[in-house]
Nanobody, 125 residues
Framework: QVQLVESGGGLVQPGGSLRLSCTAPKNTLRYYAIGWFRQAPGKEREGISC????????NYLATVEGRFTVARDDANNTAYLQVDNLKPEDTAVYYCALPSRLSYWCPSEDEYGYWGQGTRVTVSA
């Protein structure tokens, strides 16, 4: 079982920024692609980004591209989601996730099997 621990959410004003962190067990993260998801109140979960192992490929949901940036520090088993220029519609619980099976490449959403506990981001004036 892979336990992911998230942190970094909070309340910010529109236009503000946060950095979300996702820490995996020692010597785990480097072998996996990592996905980021969010679920807004009353809405379904949506995938917002995925970074392959070794950061070879990164993709973003169109509505966040240019404002959100993913990064990974495999040596410290931590991935990051930098969220800038936040808008009220970005309000959601944000989750990181790893594929159920060892996978360098970004899988389909149903192949993610390990999830963080979620961190809440609220964007409000």
């Amino acid at each position: 079982q892979v336990q992911l621990v998230e942190s970094g959410g909070g309340l910010v004003q529109p236009g503000g920024s946060l950095r979300l962190s996702c820490t995996a067990p020692k010597n785990t993260l480097r072998y996996y692609a990592i996905g980021w998801f969010r679920q807004a109140p009353g809405k379904e979960r949506e995938g917002i980004s995925c970074m392959s192992a070794r950061a070879l490929i990164t993709n973003y949901l169109a509505t966040v591209e240019g404002r959100f940036t993913v990064a990974r520090d495999d040596a410290n088993n931590t991935a990051y989601l930098q969220v800038d220029n936040l808008k009220p519609e970005d309000t959601a619980v944000y989750y990181c996730a790893l594929p159920s099976r060892l996978s360098y490449w970004c899988p389909s959403e149903d192949e993610y099997g390990y999830w963080g506990q979620g961190t809440r981001v609220t964007v409000s004036a």
